[in-house]
């Protein structure tokens, strides 16, 4: 099922906001944005000194032998620069860093955000012979505010793409993350990757890959699947997912198991299957209804104790989502109020599999994931931003 895509971000930061009388649904991976007028009050009332998830993004990395460039941004902070600086490559501090910078795209896209438009980076390592140390180039940046269970989220990944060359072809991506970028492709997986593995290790004290039976709640063309370890892959993870040509790639290029799954339950799996199953934008795309039949469904294929990790469009969604103040607030409030709002239809699976209109835009509360999912699990944590502008919610399984 979708997933979101890094790669699309500068092309958001270009885009010009079209004329619309209102806001559109929020399509998976493409943040929206109206031309309301602005209310001047409206609009001060809004601003706050820091976001619930304090977003960030590398732009652009460039390997030149051994000399390695990077730049983004990264929502400002008040407090003293760390000792090993505001950025790191694998680890390393970067011999310099400019931060922050002006950068007026990141101010118009997060308006609501006091001081985003100074949130640019610009940083280089003279002398790094090795960028991909076991297949990933890693940049963190440090934030000693970020709560330890949240830490993941400061890491940003790119993979060897010498290691990834036999990827699904355009169409195949686009199905999966709404773009036909290759790069893309690779360091969004690799990044919600490695995220999804640093939560799992700061919850349970090990690694993702040490989970003995994985389910890969709606692998597509195998986004994150393609960056498991092989010989874990083989005897530990299976995938599956209602578009049954994306389920074939995978079975043909990809160590794991992968079999095709309907939009509706149940999944072709026995009772207490797995230990562990994440599902990155698939409830992002269900209705209420439906999304309980899953709820129920997957409780029914864990064993207990088993963890669950499923991403939601929560508030950090519509933080990205580019809204004029007064579409922002009355966003904003439906969901508070309501705690599961359906935001329009979404059509990128159209042609590729039946979903008879269920295959939605949906935004949740973190307080109703935790009042209704809880009905069902153990509602460990709500993670802000944890998986670009989705949400993760970490479950177990009583």
């Known amino acids: 099922m979708g997933a979101d895509l890094l790669s699309r971000m500068q092309r958001w930061w270009r885009r010009t906001p079209p004329s619309l009388a209102a806001a559109p649904p929020l399509a ?95 940083c280089a390592i003279e002398r790094l012979d090795a960028p991909y140390p076991d297949g990933l ?17 400061d890491a940003w990944f790119r993979p060897d793409p010498r ?101 509706t339950p149940p999944l072709p799996f026995p009772g207490r299957a797995f230990d562990l199953v994440y599902g990155i934008s698939v409830f992002t795309h269900l209705r209420e209804p439906m999304q309980l039949r899953w709820l129920e469904e997957l409780a029914r294929v864990t064993s207990p104790g088993a963890l669950l990790l499923m991403t939601i469009h929560g508030e950090t969604a519509i933080d990205f989502s580019r809204l004029s103040p007064v579409v922002y607030a009355r966003t904003r409030d439906d969901v508070r109020r309501q705690g599961i709002v359906v935001s329009g239809a979404n059509t990128q699976l159209d042609g590729h599999a039946e979903h008879a209109g269920e295959y939605v835009n949906v935004y949740h509360s973190a307080d109703y994931v935790r009042r209704t999912w809880g009905r069902y699990f153990d509602v460990l944590h709500v993670l802000p931003g944890y998986i670009l502008h989705h949400d993760l919610v970490v479950l177990r399984k009583a």
């Open 28 to 122: 998976d991976g493409e943040p929206i944005a109206t031309a309301d007028p602005d209310d001047d009050a409206l609009r001060a009332s809004l601003i706050v000194p820091r976001l619930v998830a304090e977003p960030w993004y590398v732009d652009a990395v460039a390997i030149d032998g051994s000399r390695v460039t990077a730049a983004g941004w990264s929502m400002p902070v008040d407090s003293a620069e760390p000792v090993g600086g505001w950025f790191t490559i694998n680890g390393r501090p970067f011999d310099t860093v400019r931060y922050p910078l002006h950068r007026q795209d990141v101010g118009d896209a997060f308006w609501q955000r006091a001081g985003a438009a100074y949130s640019g980076f610009e």
């Open 137 to 153: 180039l890693e940049i963190t940046r440090v934030r000693p505010d970020t709560p330890a269970i949240e830490r993941g989220r």
């Open 163 to 263: 290691l990834h060359e036999d990827l699904p072809d355009a169409d195949r991506r686009f199905r999966v993350i709404g773009d036909r970028d290759a790069t893309g492709f690779l360091v969004s997986g690799a990044t919600d990757h490695q995220r999804l593995d640093r939560a799992v290790q700061a919850i349970a004290g090990r690694r993702l890959a040490t989970f003995a039976r994985v389910l890969d709640w709606g692998v597509g063309c195998g986004r994150l699947a393609r960056h498991w370890p092989a010989a874990q892959a083989r005897v530990s993870l299976t995938g599956c997912d209602i578009d049954r040509d994306n389920v074939a790639w995978c079975t043909a290029h990809l160590p794991g198991t992968f079999v095709p799954s309907q939009l």
